[in-house]
């Protein structure tokens, strides 16, 4: 995920594409951002790009399993991840799923985190 180091201003990955922001509309994304103080290897443009299409492949089908999972790989960079479905449940009326996002660092390292979100007016959200 990236984050914003407080130094530089630069993103940072802490654990994947801020699979919030992945998720969220386009204004949305600038305001969700649960790593602001993290520091880590830098996600590419590319990187974020990829990411978020595993993404929108996964929440794209209409009946996932438990365990369905799309990966994606930065096309120069080396970094790569998933996003895997962990939890299917309702939320006040609405299809919602758990979703694990992974990040792969071409350094060796790795981060993860599990993001809830749900299917409102054919619009995923991140929900709480």
Same mark, same amino acid.
């Given at each position: 995920?990236?984050?914003?180091? #407080?130094?530089? %201003?630069?993103? @940072? /990955?802490?654990? +994947? $594409? &801020?699979?919030?922001?992945?998720?969220?509309?386009?204004?949305?994304?600038?305001?969700?951002?649960?790593?602001?103080?993290?520091?880590?290897?830098?996600?590419?443009?590319?990187? #974020?790009?990829? %990411?978020?299409? @595993? /993404?929108?492949? +996964? $929440? &794209?089908?209409?009946?996932?399993?438990?365990?369905?999972?799309?990966?994606?790989?930065?096309?120069?960079?080396?970094?790569?991840?998933?996003?895997?479905?962990?939890?299917?449940?309702?939320?006040? %009326?609405?299809?919602?799923?758990?979703?694990?996002?992974?990040?792969?660092?071409?350094?060796?390292?790795?981060?993860?985190?599990?993001?809830?979100?749900?299917?409102?007016?054919?619009?995923?959200?991140?929900?709480?």
């Amino acid at each position: 995920m990236p984050c914003l180091t #407080r130094s530089t %201003g630069a993103l @940072a /990955a802490c654990a +994947l $594409l &801020a699979a919030a922001w992945l998720l969220a509309p386009g204004a949305a994304q600038a305001q969700i951002n649960p790593f602001r103080s993290c520091r880590g290897p830098v996600l590419s443009q590319a990187d #974020r790009a990829a %990411g978020r299409e @595993a /993404a929108e492949r +996964l $929440l &794209a089908q209409p009946s996932p399993e438990v365990g369905a999972s799309e990966t994606w790989q930065g096309p120069t960079s080396g970094n790569g991840g998933s996003f895997t479905v962990e939890r299917l449940f309702q939320q006040n %009326g609405h299809d919602c799923r758990a979703v694990r996002a992974s990040v792969h660092f071409k350094q060796g390292r790795e981060r993860s985190f599990v993001l809830n979100a749900c299917k409102v007016d054919d619009r995923w959200r991140i929900a709480s």
